[in-house]
């Protein structure tokens, strides 16, 4: 059974940051990982998907990265700034269930 | 990008009352669509896989006799909540599973919070 991990659950920085989300999954057998935002009481924007043969993908001051042989995936945002305050989902598709498997996510709070 | 709504956003109901919530992809045709359920501070909870035309699945401890589903055509998705009570509210999020680019892409609605009173 696929399990997600995001550690730690909340996360405070000054503005102007560069920070790191780390997300780790245990089947290394994905189709693809996508990094998710959440702002409270919303639904999820889709920030950045990365496919099970790439490594990287980049979206302005966001990069995300996948190594999938060990099970693991990181966010990174650069310049932090206080509206990226939300919360960051990480998601991986499994194709045996064709599911998507959520972790808790990273609670962001960027302070000014 | 693909968008996909939900209807209503929010709706609050008495205990003992059946609730519709609308999935519908805009602007392509979802055979499947996905239902979930957030509680406060917790990640999305899969409670259901919707194919058109056919039954929905359902994920193991989802009720399907309170949890309705029905995906009558390519762009709508309903979930009904039967006999609702307190221990329902929460936020439930649908989403639209798209293949047309050849990328497996799952499209989120917006949510619908609900409380039962």
């Known amino acids: 059974k696929q399990e997600v991990t995001q550690i730690p659950a909340a996360l405070s920085v000054p503005e102007g940051e560069n920070l790191v989300l780390n997300c780790s999954f245990t089947?290394?057998?994905?189709?693809?990982l996508q990094w998710f935002r959440q702002d409270p009481g919303k639904g999820l924007t889709s920030l950045l998907l990365?496919?099970?043969?790439?490594r990287e993908q980049t979206s302005g001051r966001l990069n995300a990265s996948l190594d999938k042989s060990s099970g693991r995936s990181t966010l990174y945002i650069a310049a932090s700034q206080p509206g990226d305050s939300a919360t960051y989902l990480c998601?991986?598709?499994?194709?045996?269930?064709?599911?998507?498997?959520f972790g808790k996510g990273i609670t962001l709070s960027v302070r000014p | 990008g693909a968008v996909v709504s939900q209807h209503p956003s929010r709706v609050i109901c008495k205990s003992g009352t059946s609730v519709k919530i609308e999935c519908r992809s805009l602007?392509?045709?979802?055979?499947?669509m996905f239902w979930y359920r957030q509680f406060p501070k917790q990640s999305l909870m899969l409670m259901a896989t919707?194919?058109?035309?056919?039954?929905?699945?359902?994920e193991q401890g989802v009720e399907k006799d309170k949890f309705l589903i029905n995906h009558a055509s390519l762009t709508l998705s309903t979930l009904t909540v039967t006999s609702a009570h307190p221990e329902d509210s929460s936020f439930y999020i649908c989403?639209?599973?798209?293949?047309?680019?050849?990328?497996?892409?799952?499209?989120f609605g917006p949510g619908t919070r609900l409380l039962v009173l």
């Open positions: 602007d392509f045709q979802a055979t499947t």
């Open positions: 919707s194919n058109e035309g056919s039954k929905a699945t359902y």
């Open positions: 990365i496919q099970s043969s790439q």
């Open positions: 998601a991986v598709f499994t194709g045996a269930n064709s599911k998507l498997t």
């Open positions: 089947d290394s057998a994905i189709y693809n």
């Open positions: 989403s639209a599973r798209d293949r047309t680019s050849g990328v497996e892409t799952q499209y």
